[in-house]
Every structure is written in C-alpha cells, then in structure tokens.
C-alpha cells in the first residue's frame, strides 16, 4: 500500500481568505461502545510554514505503538488543539451524526477559548458532509473535503490527536468492564467483543439504540 504523505497545499491556499483554519476529524463513528470524539487542530500561517512533523499520517496509518509520540509532536506543531466527546447515550438519544456535530461544536469551543477568533476561522472538515453547523451556537465557515484526513496536514493532526485520546479513554474503560476487551478493540465490533454482549448483555457505555449483536466485525 502506497502510504501519501500529508501536505500543507490546501491550508496555505485557504489561508490566503482567512486568519486561522480549525482542522476537524473524528474518530468512534462506527464503535458499539463508548463515545464518539472529534479532534481540532488549529493552524494559522506562521505556522503552515512549519515543517510537518515526522511521521505524521491519518490516525488510520499509524501504528497503535507509534500513535501517542506522533500526537504529542502533532500538538505542539499546531497553535492550538482540543478534542470534542459525544457520550454513547448521545448518540442513543440523538443518533450519530448530530452526536458528530455536538462533539465537533465543543471542540471548536475549545480551541475558541485558547483564543482563536472565530470571526477570521475556517473549519477545515474530513469527508463531504457538514455535521457541525447545524449543531453550533454561532455561525461557521465549514470546507468538507473528501480525504482530507489522509491529503491535508492540519487534519491528520487532528486525526491521531483524537484517535490517541479516545484509545486512551476506552482503556480506561476496559479497568472497569474488562470482559469486552475495549484495551484491545476500543470499543469496536470485534468477535470478542459480540460474543462478550452476548454472554454479559449491554454495559451503560454500549450504543444501546444499535443492532449491537449483529452488527459487522470490523477488523
């Protein structure tokens, strides 16, 4: 597989309309259990002109022995970086993609509150679909792009920032429900983890709303 280093092509030319761009990408969409997570990245244009660091991919193309040292060098290259939760029982109550745009929402918060002004940003988003503006209290400047995850250096900061930080979480998780193994799957429908729902039914931090038992392995 050909592994595409991220660039700073697309933030430097959207740089030139605009003061700061928020890079936004989540992680947990698809996970039976625990919560989804969206990372930011902020980047202004001191900093694209900043080398990309070493190492730096989608969280997807990083090894999980890796991911942690890649993201603390991710977040001391951006200017600034949070990351956004929306619990499982968000996502019940809500469905997915408004618990996307909820988590989204308060990541950009917190980037805002390290001082971004928001009246010159630009939220640079993974995919095609703006889940964030409908859920924000104010209005956004919001750009999908469609891989922006693997093409655009600001998003895969993003990216592994919010990958690292949910594995963590789930880890912590796991100490209390070790019988799903989410040290190991994160929360993700491997065979264990169905067979683990089976045997011990549904933890308060499973999507409980989702056809969990059958849903698809995907590793």
Same mark, same amino acid.
């Given at each position: ?53 070493e190492g730096l991919r989608d969280s997807k193309l990083v090894t999980?022995?890796? $991911? ?5 060098? @991710? =977040? ?5 970086? *949070?990351?956004?939760?929306?619990? +499982? !029982?968000?996502?019940?109550?809500v469905g997915i993609m408004r618990a996307l745009g909820l988590a ?45 995850? $693997? ?5 895969? @900061? =993003? ?5 690292? *930080?949910?594995?963590?979480?789930? +880890? !912590? ?47």
């Open positions: 597989m050909t592994v595409i280093t991220p660039k700073l092509t697309l933030e430097r030319k959207l740089l030139g309309e605009c003061g700061v761009i928020i890079a936004l990408d989540e992680v947990g969409r698809g996970a039976l259990a625990g919560p989804v997570a969206v990372g930011a990245a902020m980047m202004d244009a001191a900093g694209a002109r900043r080398r990309v660091p999980e022995k890796r $991911r942690p040292d890649v993201a603390a060098r @991710a =977040a001391a290259w951006v200017q600034a970086s *949070a990351v956004g939760w929306a619990s +499982a !029982e968000e996502v019940d109550q989204a929402s308060r990541a950009v918060t917190a980037i805002a509150a390290q001082g971004a002004v928001m009246d010159e940003a630009l939220i640079l988003l993974d995919g095609n679909h703006d889940y964030v503006s409908r859920v924000h209290s104010s209005p956004l400047r919001v750009r999908p792009v469609i891989k922006a995850d $693997r093409d655009c250096a600001s998003v895969s @900061a =993003a990216s592994v920032i919010a990958k690292v *930080a949910r594995d963590a979480y789930m +880890a !912590e998780l796991h100490d209390s429900h070790p019988a799903y193994q989410w040290n190991r799957n994160k929360g993700y429908a491997s065979p264990e983890h169905r067979d683990a729902i089976r045997s011990n039914g549904l933890s308060p931090f499973h999507r409980a709303s989702w056809a969990i038992t059958d849903a698809p392995t995907l590793f």
